[in-house]
């Protein structure tokens, strides 16, 4: 793992939340859906299924809530892990570009408008930051 990435873990499980969450709304709605006769397949078996139609979808939705709890969990050790690898830095500058970028997650424009700096000195500052990193 490289430095990018390891900052980048508090962002990326945020979106991982996100989605998680975005899928087990849609599991929800399936379940809560009534399921129409479907004259299209070949029935291969005689034999009924005795699943109801919607508990596929409650136990996709359980499944993926009980992960979304797991990262929830995680989220601000995460979150911890990364500030405290950037509080080792010693300009401050840096770590305050570093935090915007990687915990806040704004876009570069927008950290050189917040810091009031050029664009390219916020990079050239991104570029020392990470070789300077440790963690």
Known sequence: MNVKEYLSRYHETKVKIKELEQIVAEYI??????????????????????????????IRALDDEAEIKVLKKSLPII???????????????????????????????????????SLSTIKRWHNYALSVLKF
């Open 29 to 58: 709605r399936l379940a809560n859906s009534i399921p129409g006769i479907n004259f299209d397949q070949v029935r291969i078996d005689g034999t009924k299924s005795l699943q109801a139609p919607f508990e596929k979808w409650i």
């Open 79 to 117: 979150k911890c892990e990364i500030i405290s690898s950037i509080d080792l830095l010693d300009n401050k500058e840096h770590r305050r570009m570093l935090i915007l970028r990687y915990i806040d997650n704004y876009a570069w424009n927008e950290i050189s408008e917040i810091m009031h700096v």
